[in-house]
């Protein structure tokens, strides 16, 4: 259904344009902070309660991405963003040992690493003028690649889809933005039928130079 809003969203862009917009591209380069949360909950075994981590990061971030937008003279914009290299969200590890287990398969004991990037961030925006600033809204759209070493299970890789809010001015071609994106919660269950939910949003400058 998201994948759907996405299309929608899009068509629904093109046919507010006016007729009378310039359309313009650049590129832009961010940095800021993002904080991630998640938590594993490992499936029941042999009538033994269900085992649940959680762990947090927080980390700053750098990089850049290209868009093209239709604009008119009263400040009104409308564009799609894309980062065309990989954002990696943070690794953790940790080893365990259980020497309580009666089958080895079920001993719960070895090294574990994991994580996430985000590929293919797209960003379908629009920008209302406010004064001399202008207002930022935007849709995100990307896929989340998972990396991990897991004893008895491995998870698959998800879509995610998010909100931008954010303020920005004008100077010319030139333009600076303060923008806050909060990502959906995904839930993936690995082929062990453990499971994994995880949440993440991010606050960054920006700064666009458009052509």
């Given at each position: 259904?998201?994948?759907?809003?996405?299309?929608?969203?899009?068509?629904?862009?093109?046919?507010?344009?006016?007729?009378?917009?310039?359309?313009?591209?650049?590129?832009?380069?961010?940095?800021?902070?993002?904080?991630?949360?998640?938590?594993?909950?490992?499936?029941?075994?042999?009538?033994?309660?269900?085992?649940?981590?959680?762990?947090?990061?927080?980390?700053?971030?750098?990089?850049?991405?290209?868009?093209?937008?239709?604009?008119?003279?009263?400040?009104?914009?409308?564009?799609?963003?894309?980062?065309?290299?990989?954002?990696?969200?943070?690794?953790?590890?940790?080893?365990?040992?259980?020497?309580?287990?009666?089958?080895?398969?079920?001993?719960?004991?070895?090294?574990?690493?994991?994580?996430?990037?985000?590929?293919?961030?797209?960003?379908?925006?629009?920008?209302?003028?406010?004064?001399?600033?202008?207002?930022?809204?935007?849709?995100?759209?990307?896929?989340?690649?998972?990396?991990?070493?897991?004893?008895?299970?491995?998870?698959?890789?998800?879509?995610?889809?998010?909100?931008?809010?954010?303020?920005?001015?004008?100077?010319?071609?030139?333009?600076?933005?303060?923008?806050?994106?909060?990502?959906?919660?995904?839930?993936?269950?690995?082929?062990?039928?453990?499971?994994?939910?995880?949440?993440?949003?991010?606050l960054a400058a920006r700064f666009s130079v458009a052509f």
């Amino acid at each position: 259904m998201k994948k759907l809003f996405s299309i929608f969203s899009v068509i629904a862009i093109l046919f507010a344009v006016p007729a009378n917009a310039d359309i313009t591209g650049g590129f832009t380069l961010h940095i800021g902070n993002y904080d991630t949360s998640g938590t594993e909950t490992e499936k029941t075994v042999s009538g033994v309660t269900s085992e649940t981590n959680s762990a947090s990061k927080s980390e700053n971030f750098y990089g850049a991405s290209v868009f093209a937008e239709w604009n008119n003279d009263a400040g009104y914009a409308i564009g799609v963003d894309y980062v065309p290299i990989d954002i990696n969200l943070g690794s953790g590890s940790r080893t365990d040992s259980s020497t309580g287990a009666d089958d080895t398969a079920e001993a719960d004991t070895g090294d574990r690493s994991a994580e996430a990037e985000i590929n293919d961030l797209i960003t379908i925006y629009t920008h209302i003028p406010i004064g001399s600033y202008y207002a930022l809204i935007g849709y995100h759209d990307a896929d989340v690649r998972t990396k991990e070493t897991l004893v008895n299970s491995t998870y698959p890789d998800a879509s995610i889809n998010g909100w931008q809010y954010g303020l920005g001015m004008k100077r010319g071609n030139m333009r600076f933005e303060v923008a806050y994106s909060d990502f959906d919660e995904i839930k993936l269950t690995s082929d062990n039928s453990d499971t994994v939910s995880a949440d993440a949003d991010a606050l960054a400058a920006r700064f666009s130079v458009a052509f």
